[in-house]
């Protein structure tokens, strides 16, 4: 193999001859990586990477990302090999997020960024664990403030990974909780179109997979579901996905000067339907809320346990290879919910029964 040679009069690096590629076959709505910034000027840039590529490899490197292999998605610490968590979620949606970004001929590099980094502040025990940090620590708490607040100050023992701004305000923004699908509200959706199409990729992931885990785990049946969402969908995981990428991707284009993302009427409904559905009758279920339940009394428990006992929780940060506590930079309450929000599931539950159960003599 012939090493690469150096134009004469032509880019310096493999990373500058595929910016001039990116031109070539980005639409003029895709966001060249060219334009990319960061947060904190860096001397030394990779001469095969973009930035997009880079802030990819750093987020898969990172300590965080790791740690969601262990974090609940819907159901808490399932048995079952075949059940998703936050890790195998995170990775359906950055598929689905360059599948889409491919074929509008936008940056399938900043989408698929944006994916693996969007769910990085999540809490142990999925969206219940949030609600007790909510309860606990502050009505603002989000995790989509948290995983920005991962990348940019607890990661690298604090240095964070000095990500570029179209990945930062892409994982800030990936959240729509239960609003729009799509909202048209100025500031609510991000700057860059691979940042909304993320956050549309995040609900055709969950809508899909914690339907199949539903099923899988008996939470409900085919026959429950409402007959339009099998009809406009389909009935299989599979049909289901391709439907809303296919419909978003036709759907959406150019209109009055910006680019709209669109799913077609019938497909949003149905869409909408769903997520109605499995907020009523799984999310909200007996089966998953009482497990929720108990989950954020351990939460909340660790969470009072840190704020009386300081010292344990510098010992935690220093685990988890996160910045010290500096009570010049963060109060004892903002560190503590760093901390416990950090924690995977069985952490906690281990750390939980450790500090609160008797420990009977043999």
Request: charged share 25%.
């Amino acid at each position: 193999m012939k090493a690469l040679e150096k134009p004469e009069n032509g880019p310096a690096c493999i990373r500058e001859i595929f910016q001039q590629r990116e031109q070539s076959f980005l639409s003029e709505y895709g966001t060249p990586s060219s334009q990319a910034g960061r947060r904190h000027p860096e001397v030394d840039t990779c001469s095969i990477r973009t930035p997009f590529q880079l802030d990819r490899d750093r987020i898969v490197y990172s300590n965080a990302f790791r740690r969601l292999k262990y974090k609940t998605q819907v159901f808490l610490s399932p048995l079952g090999d075949h059940y998703r968590t936050r890790l195998t979620h995170t990775l359906e949606v950055s598929e689905i997020a360059r599948n889409i970004a491919r074929a509008m001929r936008l940056n399938e590099d900043l989408a698929e960024a944006i994916a693996l980094g969007h769910d990085l502040g999540h809490t142990p025990f999925g969206h219940g664990g949030e609600t007790a940090l909510i309860q606990a620590h502050s009505s603002h708490f989000s995790h989509s403030d948290q995983s920005l607040r991962v990348v940019d100050v607890l990661e690298n023992r604090g240095k964070g990974l000095n990500l570029t701004r179209e990945v930062r305000d892409g994982i800030l923004k990936h959240s729509k909780g239960f609003g729009n699908i799509i909202p048209a509200t100025p500031g609510e959706t991000a700057a860059t179109i691979e940042g909304r199409i993320v956050r549309v990729a995040d609900i055709i992931a969950y809508l899909n997979h914690d339907l199949d885990d539903a099923l899988r785990g008996r939470v409900i049946h085919m026959s429950d579901l409402p007959e339009i969402c099998v009809k406009k969908l389909g009935s299989t995981h599979s049909l289901r996905a391709s439907t809303m990428m296919e419909q978003l991707v036709y759907n959406s284009g150019p209109k009055n000067g910006k680019f709209v993302l669109d799913m077609g009427e019938e497909t949003f409904q149905a869409m909408t339907i769903l997520r109605k559905f499995l907020y009523e009758k799984v999310y909200r279920s007996p089966e998953v809320h009482n497990e929720f339940v108990k989950a954020k009394k351990v939460i909340i428990g660790l969470y009072h346990y840190f704020i009386e006992h300081p010292d344990d929780m510098q010992k935690e940060l220093e685990k988890m290879e996160m910045a010290p506590w500096d009570s010049g930079k963060n109060t004892l309450k903002r560190s503590v919910c760093d901390v416990v929000a950090s924690m995977t599931d069985r952490y906690a539950l281990k750390l939980y029964t450790r500090l609160f159960f008797p420990n009977p003599l043999v």
